[in-house]
C-alpha cells in the first residue's frame, strides 16, 4: 500500500529551483509567484531577491506548518537601500506567517526565510509565496466537525475576510456546501460587500436520512470584480488546518 501526501496546488508561476541556502546566491522571487525551500543546515537563512517597483503591493507568505511540515518561519524583508522594512512571525492560525507591503523604492528587495529555531532537516521544507494584492476573501470555520441530530437545524459559523486589491472592493459572496450526503439539505447563503453578513455567515444544516460520518467542504464563489472560489478552513490542529469538515449524522430516535 503506497503512502499519501498533501500536495499544494498554486495558480502561480513557480520558480524551478530550490534555494541552496548560500546568501551569496539567492534566488529570484518575482510577484506573483511561488518557490520552495528546504532548511538542509542548522541555522539556514534562504534570501530572496524581489525587483519591485515604487507603488506595488505585495503580499509574501511562507507555509509549512499548514502543510503538515516542521518549519516554524520567520520573514524579514529589506528594501533597496539595505533598511529592514518588517519582521513577521506567527502571523495565522498555524505558526505560518505573511506580510504585506507597498513597495517606497524601485529595485531589488531581499526577502530572507529561516525557522525561528533554528530547525533544518527533512520535513523541514517551505512555500514562500510573492504575489500582488488583489481583490480577493478568505473563509475560516469556527470547529472542524459538526454533528446533526435528525430533525434538528445545526448552524456551521462561517467568518469571512475580505481583501481589497486595486481592481476595488468584492462583491457579494455565495457561501454554499456543494456536495452532501443523501437526507442531508443546507440553502446557500450570501455574505454581502457591507453590513452584517460581511464578515460572518451562518449555514443551517438539516438532516432527515441515514446515519453518516463524511467529510465535507464549505466554499464561496463571487463574481465580482473577478470570479473567485475559495475554500473553508478549519481551525488549526497540531499546526496545521484544511478545507475538510467533518460531518457526522446521528441515528434518528426510535419513536
Not at 476573501?137 to 441530530?149: C, G, M, R, S, W
Request: charged share 20%.
Amino acid at each position: 500500500i503506497a503512502n499519501s501526501a498533501r500536495v499544494r496546488l498554486t495558480p502561480l508561476a513557480t520558480v524551478p529551483q530550490i534555494h541552496t541556502g548560500d546568501p551569496q546566491q539567492p534566488v529570484v522571487l518575482k510577484p506573483s509567484s511561488s518557490a520552495t525551500g528546504w532548511l538542509r543546515t542548522k541555522g539556514q537563512a534562504d534570501t530572496y531577491t524581489v525587483p519591485l517597483t515604487k507603488g506595488q503591493a505585495v503580499v509574501f507568505s511562507v507555509e509549512s506548518r499548514n502543510l503538515n511540515l516542521l518549519v516554524d518561519p520567520v520573514l524579514v524583508l529589506t528594501d533597496p537601500t539595505g533598511a529592514k522594512v518588517a519582521e513577521v512571525d506567527d502571523t495565522g492560525p498555524t505558526q505560518d506567517c505573511a506580510l504585506a507591503h507597498t513597495a517606497a523604492h524601485d529595485g531589488d528587495y531581499r526577502l530572507t526565510v529561516r525557522d525561528r529555531y533554528a530547525q533544518f532537516g527533512e520535513r523541514c521544507v517551505y512555500r514562500v509565496t510573492a504575489r500582488l494584492e488583489q481583490t480577493d476573501f478568505e473563509l475560516n470555520l469556527a470547529a472542524d466537525a459538526v454533528t446533526i441530530e435528525p430533525g434538528k437545524p445545526t448552524e456551521v459559523v462561517v467568518k469571512v475576510v475580505r481583501r481589497t486589491g486595486p481592481e476595488g472592493g468584492l462583491g457579494p459572496i455565495t457561501v454554499e456546501i456543494p456536495s452532501l450526503p443523501p437526507g442531508v439539505s443546507c440553502a446557500p447563503v450570501v455574505s454581502e460587500p457591507t453590513g452584517p453578513t460581511a464578515g460572518e455567515v451562518k449555514l443551517s444544516l438539516m438532516a432527515d436520512g441515514p446515519a453518516v460520518a463524511v467529510p465535507i467542504r464549505v466554499s464561496g464563489k463571487a463574481a465580482q470584480p473577478a470570479e473567485r472560489q475559495r475554500f473553508a478552513r478549519t481551525p488549526a490542529r497540531l499546526g496545521a488546518t484544511s478545507e475538510a469538515l467533518w460531518l457526522t449524522v446521528l441515528e434518528k430516535k426510535a419513536p
